[in-house]
């Protein structure tokens, strides 16, 4: 990894008050039955490559919706064992990512995220609070989490 993208986490890292974060997932959380939800004060719905512009209103009945509806009926522990769905850390997606998230949430910025798996490429970023998932972030070409290439 470049320098230049290590200076960039951290910049961005700095703004996140490490105190009053988001609650991270919880090992009692495993148990609860997976729920999602919109808050419209996090939700982005103005970044034309990830967000949720009207444009993408198609996309998120038809792909989107019924995803997050066959994952209701399921337990959180369940839904981790997916290799697809898992938390990651802030710092490991791409500065501009990091830079709407501190945008959208201030000091209260979470430290980790979930990621869901919709196609090849399709995840949405959100993050689990209480047996929560708030969806924030939709990314179609899986250009925002940082994943470092095997065999190169």
């Known amino acids: 990894m470049s320098a230049r993208k290590t200076k960039s986490k951290r910049t961005v890292q700095n703004n996140i008050n490490t105190s009053k974060v988001a609650r991270s997932f919880l090992k009692e959380d495993n148990e609860q039955i997976f729920k999602w939800a919109i808050r419209s004060d996090k939700i982005d719905c103005e970044h034309s490559d990830f ?7 198609k996309t998120f009945i038809e792909k ?3 995803c997050l509806k066959s994952y209701t009926s399921m337990r959180w522990v369940d839904i981790r064992q997916k290799g697809h769905c898992h938390d990651f850390d802030v ?9 709407r998230i501190v ?14 798996k919709l196609t090849g490429k399709h995840r949405i970023f959100g993050y689990v609070e209480n047996g929560v998932f708030y969806i924030l972030f939709n990314d ?8 470092e290439k095997k065999h190169t």
Do not use: C, R, S
């Open 140 to 147: 179609p070409e899986h250009k925002g989490y940082i994943v």
């Open 103 to 116: 945008e959208k949430f201030g000091e209260n910025a979470p430290e980790t995220l979930f990621q869901i």
């Open 64 to 66: 989107i919706a019924p």
């Open 91 to 99: 710092v490991n997606l791409e500065k501009e990512f990091q830079e």
């Open 51 to 57: 967000g949720f512009h009207h444009e993408i209103q």
